[in-house]
């Protein structure tokens, strides 16, 4: 199939019916409900792997909407704990609120980690695009420094982010992934070879400082690099993991657990399941074959 025709099919992708969208993009989302993310969460266990759920949605206009995701996730927390599953949480600050004010964001977010550390849980606070990143790290410095039990992220593709390292509380938690938003040229490297080389440096400047760093990938050639760093820097085994998305590279992930890394899935569900899978599928190049084999009933 010509690169070309895949394009096609991905600029095409919110005409397609929803159920067809769904049939494909379902291997990405646990599923609507809470059960659907746990049942997940279980059968990740059963080959190694450990988790962190996602409840679904982004960009609240209202309030009472931040309100109810953080209550979701106080009780994803409380779910988590009486299964004692292997398990934490990732939280997106629009979700919470972050684009309405973001004392109400800190105020949600930071329910969220007392919850969590009431279960001897976690949180990370996911970055989003480049106008939430000044606001997401004050969030994530002020609550590791007064509560723990939360983590943040980085996005290698982004200039500042080497000055970001450089700012963290010591000890933070970080995961480093590539980055997916698309940035003015200013805020973000473009070319790919340069965005993996920053990649690569970030990871070797988070290690040598000392931080717990969460390996987001799904590149091979940064997973060798990781795990060449790993062993000249002699990082323990305590103080790093892989992680990769639900749906994603599963031989990769079966590899790095069978060699006895520490691999943490992504497991997102809700109700808000079809716009995070229209962007999933956006960013599959395999997205062309399989939604089309959907539309003619292939397997």
Known sequence: MSGVFSWLVRRGLPLIPK??????????????KLEDALR??????????VATLDVLGEEVTAADEAAANTDAYVRVLAAIAERGLAANVSVKPTSLGLKIDEQLAH???????VAAASHDSFVRIDMEDI???????????????RHGHVGVVLQAYLRRTLDDIGDLPPDSSVRLCKGIYIEPPEHAYRAYE????????ALEKLFAAGHRVAVATHDEHLVCGALALIDRLGVPADRREFQMLLGVTAPLRRTLLAAGHRLR?????????YPYSIRRLREN????RHVVRAIFGGT
């Open 285 to 288: 190049p395999e997205v062309a």
């Open 265 to 273: 899935v992504y497991v997102p569900f809700g109700r808000d399941w």
């Open 19 to 32: 159920p067809i969208v769904g049939r494909v993009a379902m291997r990405y989302v646990a599923g609507a």
């Open 194 to 201: 340069t965005v993996r080389a920053n990649y690569l440096y």
């Open 131 to 145: 106008s939430t990143t000044d606001a997401t790290l004050r969030i994530h410095r002020d609550l590791a420094l």
């Open 40 to 49: 997940t969460v279980g059968e990740l266990a059963g080959e190694g792997a």
């Open 107 to 113: 105020a949600n977010i930071e329910r969220i980690v």
